[in-house]
Structure formats: structure tokens, C-alpha cells
């Protein structure tokens, strides 16, 4: 049997160890993934347009690779976060295992080649967003997760770093959905 690796990308603010990320790393590893983060090259495209991001994601696509090739995964989750997921939608061809899913938090599914990207791919997915989020786009939302099948969870208030504004406890009760969802997404048979 092989092992499960959960790989996680990293959106623009911030790093990996932020609670939208977290949450659902901390479940992959609860339930024995192996988590590793994909570094990010020392330059960042500052625009969003697919075009600005070619030569970041060919980098990032070579690091997945890289890390896909140090050992026979059974399994591959991706657990992208906003930026993140402008490079998992648009990466390049990597050797994956037959089984592979993601975890795609605050997705920029306003973004023509993201949501296409992730509806293309057509991974078994879990879309997280918060409905206060200016990023979130709810139709794009809604066609990606009927597109394929995906699991969704929008969280009411929450801005796009999951948090709700003036409210300590809509924001824990929040990432404890999240935990909920992830953990659910994760231990499927």
C-alpha cells in the first residue's frame, strides 16, 4: 500500500501555516497523509491574468513534479488557498496517481482559466468560500461544483481569509466547519 501525500499551495498572503490552510492540513495528516508544502520561486506575478503567471507556473508545476517523483503515492490531495489555486488550475502535465483530489480554498472561480482549469481537471473536489469574500464569485461556485460534483462549503460572513469580521466565534465556529468538511472529504472511502 502506498502513502497518501497532501499537497498544499500556498496562497499570495501569508504562508501555509494560516488557518485556511491549516485546517485542512492538520485533518489530511490526522487521517496519515504525508504534507508538504510547495515552495513558491522568490518571484510572484502581480497581476491575475492567466498570462502573467506562465513562467511562476511552470516552476511550480516542476516542483509538484519533483515531488511526485521522490516516491509511488497512492494517493494525491491538493489543498490550494486563493493564489494557490490560480496554479493548480493552470498546471502543466505532471505523472499523478490514479487517485487524486483537492481541497480548494477561496478559489479565484471569478477568473475564466480557474474555473475552467478546476472543472477540467475534474479531480473529486471540496470548493470552501466565504460569502463575504470580494473574491468569491457564488455563480462560479455553483458551476464548478455542479460541473463535478464537487463538495461545497461557503461560510456565512467570512471574508477571504475565512475570517468573519467582529465575530471571534462565527470565525472558530467557521474553521470548525472547515475541520468538519475536510475531515469528511478526506477519510471517504
Not at 503567471?53 to 511550480?60: I, K, R
Not at 491538493?78 to 505523472?95: C, D, I, N, Q, Y
Not at 465575530?167 to 472547515?178: N, P, Q, W, Y
Amino acid at each position: 500500500m502506498g502513502v497518501h501525500l497532501a499537497l498544499v499551495l500556498p496562497g499570495g498572503a501569508g504562508g501555509p501555516y494560516t488557518a485556511p490552510l491549516l485546517v485542512p492540513s492538520l485533518a489530511l495528516e490526522e487521517t496519515g497523509a504525508l504534507v508538504e508544502v510547495v515552495r513558491y520561486p522568490d518571484f510572484r506575478p502581480h497581476g491575475l491574468d492567466r498570462a502573467d503567471a506562465v513562467e511562476f507556473d511552470a516552476v511550480v508545476s516542476e516542483r509538484v513534479a519533483e515531488i511526485l517523483k521522490r516516491e509511488s503515492w497512492s494517493r494525491v490531495t491538493f489543498v490550494a488557498k486563493s493564489r494557490g489555486t490560480l496554479f493548480l488550475a493552470a498546471m502543466g502535465e505532471v505523472p499523478l496517481p490514479a487517485d487524486v483530489d483537492a481541497i480548494w480554498v477561496t478559489p479565484l472561480l471569478g477568473l475564466d482559466y480557474v474555473r475552467d482549469g478546476l472543472i477540467d481537471k475534474h479531480w473529486r473536489s471540496l470548493v470552501v468560500a466565504g460569502s463575504a469574500d470580494p473574491y468569491h464569485d457564488g455563480g462560479g461556485h455553483a458551476k464548478v461544483c455542479e460541473a463535478t460534483r464537487a463538495e461545497s462549503l461557503i461560510i456565512d460572513g467570512a471574508n477571504h481569509g475565512l475570517v468573519v469580521k467582529g465575530s471571534v466565534r462565527a470565525t472558530i465556529e467557521g474553521f470548525s466547519a472547515l475541520a468538519d468538511a475536510s475531515l469528511a472529504f478526506v477519510a471517504r472511502a
